[in-house]
């Protein structure tokens, strides 16, 4: 007798979840996505203000908006560009060596040498598609909000993808299609007072994909958090 797998838990959710690039075709039911948002929405924010606006694609309507910002990526890539800043400057440490080692072990996994141009760019160009996933999403937030509900953003984007976790879904979160805003307002109708912070591919994760076996490192805890204030007994 097969016996029932043990639920996924908080811990389960956080430390499996990773940024998948490859999903498999079959479709997500549009009232599992709801929970999933539903789910979501129960992120903190100041004085309740949830500031996240999504806006959901999939099947024919996907294809379309995919088309079009694959064609802006191809043809017109140099009239696009982001509407915030994402990353530091390209030297400032210790992150430039973070994004380096990062760079290494993902192309590395996916048999892309460091100086095949070509190969880096095929697989940023697969961010246009969102990976293939059967679902698309992108994000907005008012933009006359402040700092403070970028930071509720976050967690709101973070229980997405938890939430996806515990539905058997894996996911991408990706700002590389947020350069594509123009693209995106034409077609989803997206006003000009949202402004698009990201895009997230949700769907069933392909889990023969090569690059699911490098898991990327992470600081121990004692390198970013300092600890006062506890005596030696409670430690």
């Not at 390209?90 to 141009?117: H, M, N, T």
Request: proline share 6%.
């Amino acid at each position: 007798m097969k016996e029932d797998k043990a639920p996924m838990t908080a811990r389960d959710a956080i430390e499996g979840r990773v940024a998948v690039r490859r999903f498999m075709p079959g479709p997500v039911p549009l009232d599992v996505v709801r929970d999933i948002l539903r789910t979501a929405s129960h992120a903190p924010s100041g004085a309740n203000l949830q500031p996240w606006r999504v806006y959901v694609v999939a099947g024919a309507t996907k294809a379309a908006l995919c088309a079009q910002v694959e064609t802006a990526h191809r043809h017109h890539a140099e009239a696009h560009a982001e509407e915030y800043p994402y990353y530091p400057d390209a030297g400032l440490e210790p992150y430039a060596s973070r994004k380096r080692q990062f760079g290494q072990v993902f192309y590395g996994a996916l048999g892309i040498q460091p100086d095949d141009v070509q190969g880096r760019a095929r697989q940023t160009a697969r961010n246009f598609r969102f990976f293939d996933a059967p679902v698309g999403m992108v994000f907005t937030i008012d933009r006359r909000l402040a700092q403070g509900s970028w930071l509720d953003y976050g967690m709101f984007l973070q229980n997405v993808m938890l939430a996806a976790r515990a539905c058997g879904l894996d996911t991408c979160p990706q700002v590389s299609i947020a350069r594509f805003h123009k693209v995106l307002r034409c077609c989803l109708a997206i006003p000009d007072d949202e402004l698009v912070l990201c895009g997230m591919s949700l769907g069933y994760a392909d889990t023969s994909a090569p690059e699911l076996a490098i898991r990327q490192s992470r600081l121990p805890v004692d390198a970013f958090a300092s600890f006062q204030g506890f005596d030696a007994a409670a430690a």
